[in-house]
């Protein structure tokens, strides 16, 4: 049998999907930083650490922005995007994550936990993205700082996705990790290995 | 005549060098006799602690003398005034027929309003009848030239509306349909009911920020003129009330709260602050004190859930433990049931390659150097079936006839 090689994950999402994972996790912990500033960050003090929180956080914010026009313009975010037929796929899914089924489900390009946690994480990153840009100059934001819970209010829904980011980036590596190396591989490499002439699920799915 | 934008200077300028006394003064007295009256003001106390009256009484310049006795006509007032009862409540109704359109009307405290507002009262009606807070600020309000909510509590409920709220306290601009201009504080600086009182008389009503509060006092946070700014910048921080350097790990607000205390001070005298005291803001001039502010030694807000509140800190540390506790189970599982083994022992190739929408699902063939590679690799790997356990049995078969495919 000859073994195949497929082009799953291109240059551009590779490029993408590591920058933006620099970009977050930097945010993350110069986030907890500035929230408990402790010796546990060696060489950071505020004022290193805010430059560099605002930097990133609007380098990541251009990189999201450049990373939602791809998956608009090639299609891909039928790829990304949960959308509430979804939820059909769940409980299958939710069986084979405990154990309580042997085969993961079928799925497209990625499964629907994995879709839902991309389709969470860009709504929550716009939604911090302008609570952050708020906290950075909050004078002409100050109309609607009323209705947002006023600066306290954005520094607290700061804090709580950030530890939504932390929690689930280790959720979503830890799951890439242990259900599909194959997949994880290609998120370096870009390529997959195929183990069979007809793979199952390898019809490209259609455009829509 | 000194004008508004040198007035507003004025009040911007602050700090030990702030005096209204020599410079509005004369200016405010100008303004009074061109109005031939002073101008009446009620100062209604209602669910207050009085703090916002005595912060007041330290106004030094101008002195409370000379404010109440040549600049405005105060008419009435729970703590100061002479008279009681009945003669007081008749006094009140007289100022409100008299002036009407013509007062300021000075309320401090929450309205509770739970009940019919029986909470609190300010006496009683001459047939007897209970005068409640919620009915005198209802009754004066409309009639009020300008209304005032003096201190924390009238502006936003304060801790009389604070969580639970026995008296259905509320902000005097829930109560009444009108402009009220906030001048909060737990207790007010006496300059910041002065200076807005100034502004009201000579000019009318201040730039009012989206919480109606004059930004000539409330314009800039408390960081961003903190004196102790440098050692927050440099991460010096203290670690216990009464020690020196920036406050912020001790739950220092001023980051998150609008008011001018570092470059006016504290009181009368502008002789100190809180940072100065080495004791954190409390951020008692925001919409969110306290419940928002507490604790008011930590930075952030507990987590409230139903039956239990914790410290963000600990809710932080709850959250990392269950998710990690998660995966560590689920990685456990993992192994127990062959899972493990199949995936990361047994291949790095899939079966699902769907390579979704959009780029991508090029394909190729390895080269006869990739394949022999290739091959040695999975030549040395350990056989994946003596890992495998468990739910998968059929992973056996499916590794043996892969290696049979391989033989052809
Ligand atoms: S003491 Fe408070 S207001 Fe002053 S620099 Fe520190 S955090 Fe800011
Ligand atoms: S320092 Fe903070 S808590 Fe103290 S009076 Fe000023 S705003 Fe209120």
Redesign the pocket.
């Known amino acids: 049998m000859k073994r195949r090689l497929v082009l799953i994950q291109p240059l551009v999402v590779r490029l993408f999907h590591w920058a933006i994972t620099a970009g977050v996790i930097l945010l993350v912990i110069t986030g907890f930083y500035i929230a408990w500033p402790t010796g546990w960050v060696p060489f950071l003090n505020m004022r290193t650490a805010r430059e560099l929180h605002f930097s990133t956080g609007f380098i990541t914010i251009f990189l999201v922005l450049g990373r939602f026009y791809y998956a608009v313009a090639t299609g891909d975010y039928h790829n990304l995007l949960f959308r509430l037929r979804d939820f059909r796929q769940v409980p299958a899914l939710l069986r084979f994550t405990f154990f309580l089924q042997d085969r993961s489900p079928d799925q497209e390009k990625y499964n629907v936990g994995q879709k839902f946690l991309f389709t969470s994480w860009f709504i929550v990153f716009v939604l911090v993205a302008l609570s952050g840009v708020i906290l950075y100059q909050p004078d002409p934001w100050e109309v609607i700082l009323p209705f947002v819970g006023g600066l306290q209010g954005m520094r607290y829904f700061q804090f709580t996705v950030a530890l939504f980011f932390a929690l689930t980036i280790f959720l979503h590596v830890y799951l890439a990790a242990i259900d599909d190396p194959a997949r994880l591989q290609a998120i370096f490499t870009g390529w997959i290995r195929v183990s069979s002439d007809k793979p199952e699920g390898g019809e490209r799915t259609p455009s829509k | 005549m000194l004008t508004r934008r040198e007035f507003i200077k004025l009040c911007l300028g602050a700090g030990a060098g702030f005096s209204l006394g020599s410079t509005v003064l004369p200016r405010l007295a100008e303004a009074i006799t061109a109005l031939e009256r002073r101008p009446p003001v009620i100062w209604l106390e209602v669910q207050t602690c009085t703090g916002n009256f005595l912060s007041f009484l330290n106004t030094l310049n101008p002195r409370l003398q000379e404010l109440i006795f040549e600049i405005i006509d105060l008419r009435y007032g729970n703590t100061m005034m002479a008279a009681e009862g009945e003669q007081a409540i008749r006094a009140l109704e007289d100022v409100a027929r008299d002036a009407r359109g013509e007062y300021i009307l000075v309320v401090d405290g929450a309205v509770p309003t739970k009940d019919g507002g029986i909470y609190g009262a300010i006496g009683h009606h001459p047939d007897g009848r209970l005068f409640t807070d919620l009915e005198a600020v209802e009754t004066l309000g409309p009639g009020a030239r300008y209304v005032v909510a003096a201190g924390s509590c009238a502006a936003f409920g304060g801790p009389y509306a604070a969580n639970p709220n026995p008296t259905g306290a509320k902000p005097v601009s829930m109560v009444l349909d009108r402009q009220v201009i906030n001048v909060p504080g737990c207790p007010i600086h006496p300059d910041w009911l002065v200076a807005t009182l100034s502004h009201l008389l000579l000019y009318g009503v201040p730039d009012l920020d989206p919480y109606n509060r004059p930004t000539m006092i409330y314009g800039d946070t408390?960081?961003d003129n903190?004196p102790?700014?440098q050692?927050?910048e440099n991460s010096i921080f203290a670690a216990h009330p009464g020690d020196s350097g920036?406050?912020?790990k001790i739950g220092?607000k001023?980051?998150v709260t609008f008011t001018d205390c570092?470059t006016r001070q504290w009181s009368g005298e502008h002789l100190s602050w809180p940072?100065e005291a080495n004791t954190?803001?409390i951020g008692c001039v925001a919409p969110e004190f306290p419940d928002g502010m507490e604790p008011f030694f930590e930075q952030l807000p507990d987590v409230k859930l139903p039956g239990v509140t914790v410290t963000a800190r600990t809710a932080a540390a709850v959250a990392g433990i269950v998710t990690a506790g998660g995966i560590g189970a689920h990685l456990v599982g993992s192994v127990l049931t062959g899972r493990l083994a199949r995936n990361w022992v047994g291949k790095t190739e899939t079966t699902k390659t769907n390579p979704g929408t959009g780029p991508g699902g090029e394909e190729k063939t390895l080269s006869k150097r990739e394949a022999r590679k290739d091959a040695s690799w999975r030549g040395r790997r350990r056989p994946a079936g003596k890992l495998a356990r468990g739910k998968d049995r059929n992973h056996h078969e499916r590794v043996q006839s892969e290696r049979e495919g391989e033989k052809e």
């Open positions: 408390v960081h903190c102790r700014r050692y927050f920036c406050t912020y220092c001023g980051p570092p940072v954190p803001c």
